[in-house]
């Protein structure tokens, strides 16, 4: 599976951004598809998950302010991010776990990864 992730930029803290996520091939349904992001030095950290169920995660530092959801037909996910902080900061990634693995949030469970987007909040 091939990842393509984009819409990063900077953005004025309070300020919104939608990032999109297009897979290679068919994913929702079959294998859990999260974003990540990492700050500079810091480890990468889950922020948002959709797993092969439907079901949702979000990290507390997100709820009320992410929103993830998907465009099946375009094998495309979406992390829509509303009230910025400049502790969002950060390169964000998607990734695809292929395996079905509980843990959701270790990085390590996932097996492809987009690129990477830049999100800045800062005024």
């Known amino acids: 599976v091939q990842l393509q992730a984009y819409g990063g930029g900077l953005v004025q803290p309070g300020g919104s951004l939608r990032l999109s996520c297009a897979a290679s091939?068919?994913?929702?349904?079959?294998?859990?598809m999260a974003w990540f992001r990492q700050a500079p030095g810091k480890e990468r950290e889950v922020v948002v998950a959709?797993?092969?169920?439907?079901?949702?995660y979000y990290a507390d530092s997100v709820k009320g302010r992410f929103t993830i959801s998907k465009d099946s037909a375009k094998n495309t996910m979406y992390l829509q991010m509303n009230s910025l902080k400049s502790e969002d900061t950060a390169v964000y990634y998607c990734g695809v776990d292929m395996h079905r693995s509980v843990a959701i949030g270790d990085a390590t469970s996932y097996d492809f990864w987009g690129q990477g987007t830049l999100v800045t909040v800062s005024s």
């Open positions: 091939e068919r994913t929702f349904g079959r294998y859990t």
């Open positions: 959709i797993r092969w169920s439907g079901s949702t």
